[in-house]
């Protein structure tokens, strides 16, 4: 049986071949009657658009590029995360008749920018999706922009301008965790601070501090520790603050891996966990759960972020319009085997 084409879609829907172009393309205007014609002549003639045809006459490549930190780069590369990002975009790219155009970076390398122009230049995507902690480096905002590609940064830490940007609640739901520890009665919290460059990492610093006056505890920079997010730093953070002159009964890590390193040295030190020292962390990577016990931590809504940008881009590249703003998705905290009591 020969392929079906868009002529045999318009004749048995009806309408003309602009119109069923229209409807393939998701373009507006189209009344909803005529629309779910033209679906279920579609449907019934298995009718797949040539989408180089489809590309040039929209004038759209009808792509959307996810662009990434490459996570081989770190101590423990993160599968669930660039994953759940996948995910998410993915679904909003399914969803609205796209394909997607994932290019994981290393932000160390210095051609980054020419790199990313010419991956640009040859794919023409419709639009960039750029995650944290690449939305918040100049050199990589700069080389897309300099583009005219749609962009939008996921996770910036501050204000992203004219530019539309989708965020999270990290400084409410860190506080929010703070206040949980504090609700366990633990009167020493200490904080692991994550990489400056991160800058959403910041505002857990930030919440920190909120849920210790919210939960009528005072702040000491002695329960203040810097880390850099990878687990070594997590561990040499944990040898300072686990002293007898310090030692905090409950330690909150800007994000899992120092957590982790947290976890190994109390394991060292044979402190018991939660029963002496509770731990918590966030992003809930999948090593969160791998480790023992398992870890209370704050779940990123990665893949809600990303399919909302992704969404977003395609609906712009559709409208001729573009988002403004920051839109924010709240985290959630997942309560493991980690935390406890503070000890009597």
């Known amino acids: 049986m020969p392929r079906a084409t868009i002529e045999d879609v318009a004749e048995l829907a009806g309408v003309s071949i602009k119109t069923v172009s229209r409807v393939v393309n998701h373009e507006p205007n189209v009344r909803d009657a005529t629309r779910a014609k033209v679906s279920a002549a579609i449907t019934k003639l298995n009718y797949r658009p040539n989408i180089s045809a489809r590309n040039l006459a929209s004038h759209r490549s009808h792509l959307i590029g996810l662009v990434y930190d490459d996570p081989s780069a770190y101590e423990v590369p993160s599968g669930s995360y660039v994953l759940r990002l996948q995910q998410g ?15 994981p970076c290393d932000h160390r390398n210095k051609n980054i920018a020419a790199e990313l122009k010419a ?10 999706v750029l995650a944290a902690p690449l939305s918040n480096m100049t050199k990589f905002v700069r080389a897309i922009d300099a583009t005219g590609t749609p962009m939008i940064r996921m996770s910036t830490g501050k204000k992203n301008g004219k530019g539309f940007s989708i965020a999270t609640n990290d400084r409410e739901v860190s506080a929010e965790m703070t206040r949980y520890l504090a609700s366990l009665g633990h009167k020493k919290i200490a904080f692991i601070e994550g990489n400056p460059d991160h800058k959403a990492v910041g505002n857990r610093f930030l919440g920190y501090k909120d849920g210790l006056e919210q939960s009528g505890l005072e702040f000491s920079e002695k329960l203040v520790e810097a ?13 300072r603050l686990l002293t007898p002159s310090v030692r905090p009964t ?9 957590a982790a390193g947290v976890v190994r040295v109390a394991t060292k030190l044979g402190i018991e966990i939660p029963g002496q020292l509770s731990v918590a962390g966030c992003d809930d990577i999948s090593l969160a759960q791998q480790l023992y016990p398992s870890l209370t931590t704050i779940r990123q809504p990665l893949s809600a972020m990303s399919e909302l940008a992704a969404a977003t881009l395609i609906d712009d590249s559709r409208t001729r319009s573009l988002h403004t703003g920051t839109e924010v998705v709240p985290a959630t905290i997942m309560i493991r085997e980690s935390t406890g009591p503070a000890p009597s």
């Open 250 to 258: 409950a330690i909150f890590a800007a994000n899992d891996d120092m």
């Open 119 to 128: 991956l640009i230049e040859q794919a023409r995507p419709d639009g960039i």
């Open 89 to 103: 975009a993915l679904r909003a790219c399914r969803s609205g008749d796209y394909e997607l155009l994932i290019h």
């Open 227 to 239: 880390g850099d997010n990878s687990i070594a730093s997590g561990e040499a953070a944990a040898l």
